[in-house]
């Protein structure tokens, strides 16, 4: 089992910046793939990073050199430094620990980027 908190959204303006913090708990933390997901009022949740045990990173096109994906595995932190906001980033941001058959997924944290 492991169990995944949000925090560090809120309302930023456009060209701002917001770092997402993930805080897990439980066994095995490491071996978990770690996701950002999120999803916009009114859409389907999407994918927006990826981080495996090792470091390796995926971002979706939209947070291609704009978002970064990092992790402490000594600590059960997932991190997503988001730059250059705009408002089509406004959602709730969801942390995702990612097993083949497991998921787990923390409540959410809403992010809100406008002027």
């Known amino acids: 089992q492991v169990q995944l908190v949000e925090s560090g959204g809120g309302l930023v303006q456009p060209g701002g910046s917001l770092r997402l913090s993930c805080a897990a708990s439980?066994?095995?933390?490491?071996?978990?793939?770690m996701r950002w997901y999120r999803q916009p009022p009114g859409k389907q949740r999407e994918l927006v990073a990826a981080?495996?045990?090792?470091?390796?990173?995926n971002y979706a096109g939209s947070a291609e050199g704009r978002f970064t994906i990092s992790r402490d595995n000594a600590n059960r932190m997932v991190y997503l430094q988001m730059n250059n906001l705009n408002p089509e980033d406004t959602s709730v941001y969801y942390c995702?620990?990612?097993?083949?058959?497991?998921?787990?997924w923390g409540q959410g944290t809403q992010v809100t980027v406008s002027s």
């Open positions: 439980g066994t095995f933390f490491s071996i978990y793939v």
């Open positions: 995702n620990a990612h097993q083949p058959f497991t998921d787990y």
């Open positions: 981080i495996t045990s090792s470091g390796s990173t």
